[in-house]
């Protein structure tokens, strides 16, 4: 993967595994999530700190459901 995400796009499970997690995936449940989420946001915190944390955590559970 190249482009503005990088090679940001795999996720290695174990020696002979590895999953691509497509980083327009990624953006689409990311903003997903945030238009369900977006009563809920915290006063102060700027769109991008906000759709950060909601990316990090969409990407953290995605790698822990393919653990699974």
Do not use: K
């Amino acid at each position: 993967m190249s482009g503005y995400f990088g090679n940001m796009g795999a996720v290695v499970l174990g020696p002979a595994a590895t999953v691509e997690l497509r980083p327009d995936r990624l953006v689409e449940r990311t903003l997903e999530r945030a238009i369900g989420e977006i009563d809920r946001r915290r006063a102060g915190v700027s769109t991008e700190d906000w759709l950060n944390g909601i990316m990090r955590n969409v990407a953290r559970s995605s790698r822990a459901s393919l653990l699974h």
